[in-house]
């Protein structure tokens, strides 16, 4: 199973609520610099956080792939997310290529979660930081960590 994460590109410092807030034309050029690593790669489905920044990011990664597959929200997804439901809930999709485009700390955590299994061991997600998890399977400490980019703004 390989899973991607991405983390939304740099967006507004405010708005309405936290969850309103859109990217910038900087967070713009963040994202489409990460999806570029990912041209060529088997994706399935890609997951997204229903913020709007996280929405924009995933409309952008798709454009920038040509994907054809599914986008689906995911309404847990938040930056406050608890890492024991995101294991749950991976744990029963079917598909083995996934991308998942949420928030920092819950993307950080996640990932460190699932390569190390250790709670305080976070992985360093910059805005539209891109990070390539391997295993045979979502669990915590047994996934591989293959790369971990951050864009050049």
């Given at each position: 199973?390989?899973?991607?994460l991405?983390?939304?590109?740099?967006?507004e410092?405010?708005?309405?609520?936290?969850?309103?807030?859109?990217?910038?034309?900087?967070?713009?050029?963040?994202?489409?610099?990460?999806?570029?690593?990912l041209?060529?790669?088997?994706?399935?489905?890609?997951?997204?956080?229903?913020?709007?920044?996280?929405?924009?990011?995933?409309?952008?990664?798709r454009?920038?792939?040509?994907?054809?597959?599914?986008?689906e929200?995911?309404?847990?997804?938040?930056?406050?997310?608890?890492?024991?439901?995101?294991?749950?809930?991976?744990?029963?999709?079917?598909?083995?290529?996934?991308?998942?485009?949420?928030?920092?700390?819950?993307?950080?955590?996640?990932?460190?979660?699932?390569?190390?299994?250790?709670?305080?061991?976070a992985?360093?997600?910059?805005?539209?930081s891109?990070?390539?998890?391997?295993?045979?399977?979502?669990?915590?400490?047994?996934?591989?960590?293959?790369?971990?980019?951050?864009?050049?703004?």
């Amino acid at each position: 199973m390989r899973i991607w994460l991405l983390r939304h590109g740099e967006a507004e410092p405010r708005a309405r609520t936290d969850a309103q807030r859109c990217l910038t034309e900087a967070g713009r050029n963040e994202v489409r610099r990460s999806a570029a690593h990912l041209v060529g790669r088997p994706l399935q489905t890609i997951l997204a956080s229903p913020y709007v920044r996280a929405q924009q990011t995933a409309e952008l990664v798709r454009e920038v792939l040509g994907f054809g597959g599914m986008v689906e929200t995911v309404p847990w997804m938040t930056p406050d997310s608890d890492v024991d439901d995101a294991m749950l809930y991976l744990s029963r999709r079917s598909e083995s290529d996934l991308l998942l485009v949420t928030h920092q700390p819950f993307v950080g955590a996640l990932g460190g979660w699932l390569v190390s299994g250790q709670r305080g061991d976070a992985l360093p997600m910059a805005t539209a930081s891109l990070a390539e998890l391997e295993g045979e399977g979502v669990a915590a400490g047994l996934m591989h960590l293959r790369s971990l980019r951050h864009p050049n703004k």
